[in-house]
Each structure stands twice: as structure tokens, then as C-alpha cells.
């Protein structure tokens, strides 16, 4: 069916971390848009970069070496190929530093507990989503962008998550605009049912 079972909110041993398309069905289409290209900035000097390989059907990972001020290609070690993913997830979360840090390097730390925007990334597509993990003994939960929780259903393949300071949505999806050429259609605000007033 697709959907997994769930135990007071925590999955079974040896589920699945996401709801995946069936094997035997066809990959689902993304409603988004299109998305060659996904670039993800953790800080000034650590950058990652995904390049869509439609012949590979994959996204290609690259990270920007600050000493060299260059991008690189990210390269698996025990294969000496490309690291590339069937899926993408960017999810942005509120991001402190911890108290007595700062001269350490900043030690951050993530509110997991909020729902929270997020992009998935897939076939050169993407969808606007909603996200939230709770605490350490919790599930992540993927959700579509709207207020009935409906589970994300993903792709089967390979993933990466980066898990991302909210500061950097706007210029997140300001870059992702540019380079898909759509304007409203993955606004970064979460779909939500309460009513302005």
C-alpha cells in the first residue's frame, strides 16, 4: 500500500524513512517545476551544489573548496565516481547558536519541533513541502504543502538531506527562481488553515 505502520508516532523497526512510490509503479512527476540546478549555502565557505544528469537521471553533487576558492566535484572514494542522488530534500528550520560558542566556531543548534518549509528535488523537478522531526526518538515526517498532513510520497533511489538556517530561504528560492525561470509557483510560504484576520 505504501504507507508504513506507525507505533505512538515512532516507526516500526526497519521501516522505511519515507513513503516511497511503489517499485512496480511509475517514478512520480513533481508539480513544482523544473530544477536543474540546486545550490545550498550552509555558510560563506561551505556550499554544496547538485547538477541534474538527465542522461543518469540523478543529481551530481559539487562543494565549493574555500582554499582554493574553486568548485569541486564531490567524488566517492571507494569508487572513484561522481556522489550523485535520485532525490534532493533542502528543509529550512529556525537555527541558534548555543550560549559560549561563539568563539569556538558557533556550535548550532536546530528547532526541530516547528513544521517547517522544505523543497524536494527529483527527475530535474520540484515541489514545495512541509516538514517536522520532533525529538531524538522521532520520525522525520514529510508532508505535501497543504493543511491535510498528507504524507509526501517520494521516489525510490538514493537521497540527500540538508537541513538549513531559515535565513537562507529567501535567498534560496530567490536563486531557484532565477534559474528556473517561474515566478510564484513555489512562493516559500506554508499553505496553512488559519485565516489572516
Known sequence: TGEREELNGRRTYGSPIFNFVPYDEPRRQLEGGEADEVGIVLTQSYRTMFYYNESLEKYEMSQYNSSRGTEEETVDENNGQRVAFDNVFVLFAPMSIYDGTHDKGGLKEFNLYEVSIGYYFCDGRYE???????????????????????????????????????????????????????????SGAIISDEQDT
Open 128 to 186: 514545495l513541502i512541509r516538514w517536522t522531526k520532533g525529538g531524538p526518538d522521532s520520525s522525520l515526517v514529510l508532508w505535501v504543502n497543504d493543511t491535510t498532513e498528507t504524507s509526501l510520497l517520494v521516489n525510490p533511489g538514493t537521497s540527500y538531506i540538508a537541513l538549513v538556517d531559515n535565513i537562507q530561504l529567501e535567498p534560496f528560492y530567490n536563486s531557484m527562481m532565477a534559474g528556473t525561470g517561474t515566478d510564484d509557483a513555489a
